[in-house]
């Protein structure tokens, strides 16, 4: 069995609707970057201690994953308020940023897995109008970079190059194809 070592209800309807069967266990983690941490390390970091974190029995699979979006080098985690959503919503309006992922597969008597999955999106133009809108419809305020691809935001997304559900929370072809490989 897999246990999602994640709260996320995007992880796990990604999860559902691949075929995957699941349970959550919720993993109590702090995710604070770490200074001068590089944000495909802290991704790698934060998934591994997300599937450490959590109690496997025996035969279960854990799932670990944690995303961020990334614009200059500088990672954007969830906004703190309305305020910082719009700021983070300003500074991607018409350009390109990355979204990485990283997962962490720990399995009973086999190696684990630490991956991430990268996907570059490109913003169109918002106006400060169209900002404002999307900031008051409460949709940014627990995304990575204060945007739902799969949501509100999808009208203002010109480009997707990568995985699209990477973006929504987890790379899914990557996890099926670590979760279905042979174990060593």
Known sequence: MLVLASQSPRRAEILRNAGIPFIVRVPDVDETPHQGESPEHYVLRIAWIKAQAV????GETVLGADTTVVLD???????????????????LSGRRHEV???????????????????????????TA???????ASGEPMDKAGAYAIQGLASKFIEKVEGSYFNVVGLPIALVYRHLTEPRP
């Open 55 to 58: 109690h496997a029995g025996p």
């Open 100 to 126: 990485l992922t990283g997962i962490a597969i720990v399995r009973e008597n086999g190696a684990p897995v630490r991956t991430w999955a990268a996907t570059s999106v490109w913003f169109a133009t918002m």
């Open 73 to 91: 080098g500088e990672m954007m985690g969830k906004p703190a308020d309305e305020a910082e959503a719009r700021c983070m919503l300003e500074r």
């Open 129 to 135: 109008g169209e900002i404002d809108d999307y900031v």
